[in-house]
């Protein structure tokens, strides 16, 4: 593994293999080394390079696995004036991080990025896959070539960090077929980009019986299981019964990523099985199960209905306002609000709900004690994780922007708001209050737009943004105010508890992330980050603010859905066109917009390639 220096080598730290004495360790650490294998030999070093050994952590508190193999230390280099900037992840938010750095990022900043996953995938794309739509090779990018000229990538997994020392141990990946091979790399600044695991909420089987659907993995075992379920079931001997199961698939999840893959198997069905299994195509059942009492539960209501319209017809069925209770080889116990529970034989399960804590950012928890939440570590509006001391900073899934509850400081906030010292807030100190405060208390932001619409604070495109505003605030506990109200301090403080219990995270979409990974893109750009926030001064006062623009879902026959602000849902087949053009559009490199591009066009005129390879 090639490590800073360009010739310095990991396997060459010690050159005089099974002499503890000569490489300066104990001998139980030598011992290790000796185990894994690597090649004696010396080599020649770059000045002032400094590449040693330290002992592996026998054990690791709080999530992250024991490293049994030796770890190597990459120092901090011998010093320039640039700070280190470690990245973790290739996902949305690394990836669109570095896309945004600028070319010239390298004589600012030192920067490398460690990933067990060489490559970015283009995750919306990834139903595609499964069914054989789209190519694997098409909604990747390998990560070394949005880095050139930036900085270097290391093919590892993190599995430690020490937050005081500032100090990582990261490993090459297990599955990768050589032994384990441990560094211990230090860094200035880290950013945690690692994204999220699977989430089984604890149901039996999960795990065992299902198809996951994050990777290119998941969607390639799905693609294979899907083929060898309509051979098996075409055989002569195949049972009645057992054709049935074999051609039963069961779609855990009603958001978009539930959607798409039903709408791709559908398609792929429809347009390219029926003419090679005519026989056995009346067996073919597609099942949504989802907890909710209509899918895209996200979107708008009419976009849900339309969507629910189209499966119908296609012979999709939907179980809704159903849970699973467990899954077993080949059934899916499906449990309904009337406590009925439903058996359903299997081909192929697919869980496309549910996301958890992924455990590297377990192990940060354990090592910074403001941290405490269920799901990511808590930043604050500019990315940086609290509790750090602003030397690491966090976005996408991995991520969560900590939000104040203004309840708390309901009194001091009622004092400032009341100019005139009357003991009671008019509607339009209100507005002040809330607009002022938005820095502190974000969610203040969207009241205080809601009462600018009810005020007619917005008149421009014929009304049309007033509409929206009030439209998406409608539920806000403004609503219910006449603007002739005066609202005293307990009134005052029950609306705070009303509008903090509208509190909610940022969605874990891609979209997020992307923005997240371009803010903070910005702000190493615009400005010195040291890693302490003693000597990093950050002139925007302006954190981190999620522009919306939309969702857009796949439902099949190509026809799509998109939910855009201000303009409300678009549905159809001239929908499914722009769906195809943004998703095409929305790669991260020229070179993935033509594959995609060739993708569709071999789809169309070819067909699917149903084999099994």
């Known amino acids: 593994m090639m490590l800073r220096g360009g010739n310095v080598r990991a396997d060459s730290v010690c050159a005089n293999r099974g002499k503890p004495a000569a490489c300066g360790l104990p001998k139980s650490s030598a011992g290790r080394q000796a185990s894994v294998g690597f090649p004696a030999r010396r080599v020649s070093r770059t000045p002032g390079m400094r590449v040693s050994a330290v002992s592996a952590p026998e054990k690791a508190s709080s999530g992250p696995e024991v490293v049994s193999a030796p770890v190597y230390s990459i120092p901090i280099s011998n010093k320039t004036t640039r700070p280190r900037v470690v990245v973790l992840g290739s996902g949305w938010a690394s990836m669109s991080f570095i896309k945004a750095l600028p070319k010239d990022i390298a004589e600012k900043y030192e920067v490398m990025l460690v990933s067990p996953r ?11 896959v499964a069914t054989g739509t789209m190519e694997e090779r098409s909604i990747v990018e390998p990560v070394r070539n949005l880095l050139v ?19 990582l141990v990261c490993c090459f990946p297990k599955d990768a077929g050589f032994p384990e091979a441990c560094f211990q790399l230090s860094y200035d600044v880290l950013i945690v980009g690692v994204g999220s695991v699977n989430n089984t909420f604890g149901i039996k089987g999960v795990s065992e019986y299902c198809n996951y659907f994050k990777s290119i993995e998941d969607a390639n075992k799905l693609r294979s299981r899907v083929s060898e379920c309509f051979e098996r079931a075409s055989l002569p001997g195949t049972t009645a019964e057992e054709r049935k199961k074999l051609l039963s698939f069961v779609v855990v999840g009603g958001g978009p990523t539930g959607v798409e893959v039903a709408a791709e198997m559908h398609d792929m069905i429809e347009e390219d099985l029926v003419k090679l299994y005519p026989r056995i195509i009346p067996d073919v059942e597609i099942r949504i199960v989802d907890l909710m009492d209509h899918v895209l539960s996200t979107y708008d209501r009419a976009i849900s209905n339309y969507t629910a319209g189209v499966f119908q017809r296609a012979g999709v069925k939907l179980v809704l306002n159903s ?28 869980w496309a709900t549910g996301i958890a804590m992924n455990p590297f950012v377990k192990a940060i928890q354990a090592k910074i004690p403001e941290q405490k939440h269920f799901r990511s570590v808590e930043t604050d509006e500019f990315m940086r994780v609290r509790g750090s001391d602003g030397s690491i900073f966090a976005f996408g899934d991995s991520s969560t922007i900590f939000q104040p509850k203004a309840m708390e400081f309901a009194d ?15 509607m339009e100190e209100l507005a002040v209050l809330l607009k002022s405060a938005a820095k502190t208390y974000p969610h203040f932001t969207e009241h205080a737009r809601f009462l600018d619409a009810k005020s007619g604070g917005f008149k421009r495109f014929g009304g049309l943004v007033n509409k929206q505003i009030k439209k998406e605030t409608a539920v806000s506990p403004l609503s219910t105010l006449d603007q002739s109200v005066a609202l005293d301090k307990q009134a005052f403080a029950s609306l705070l508890g009303q509008i903090d219990s509208g509190l909610r995270a940022l969605p874990a979409t891609a979209q997020v992330a992307s923005q997240q990974g371009q803010f903070v893109a910005d702000l190493l750009k615009n400005n010195m980050v040291t890693g302490s926030m003693a000597t990093t001064t950050i002139t925007t006062t302006k954190g981190f603010n999620y522009f919306h623009k939309g969702s857009a879902a ?8 998109f939910d855009v602000p201000i303009i409300g849902p678009l549905t159809g087949w001239y929908a499914g066109v722009m769906w195809k053009s943004f998703e095409t559009y929305s790669q991260i490199s020229f070179r993935n917009r033509c594959l995609v591009f060739t993708d569709w066009l071999r789809t169309k005129m070819f067909g699917r390639d149903i084999s099994r390879v």
């Open 118 to 128: 060489n490559y970015f995938l283009y995750t919306p794309l990834l139903p595609a």
């Open 149 to 167: 000229g930036k900085g270097e990538y290391y093919e590892a997994v993190c599995k430690d960090i020490d937050p005081v020392k500032k100090s």
């Open 323 to 350: 849970r699973v209770a467990s899954v077993s080889d080949g059934v899916v116990s499906i449990i309904n609000k009337q406590n009925e529970v439903t058996e359903v034989p299997f081909g192929a399960c697919v």
């Open 412 to 426: 001091r906030l009622f004092d400032e708001a009341d100019t005139n010292k009357d003991g009671k807030l008019t």
């Open 554 to 561: 796949y439902v099949g026959s190509d026809n799509a859905v």
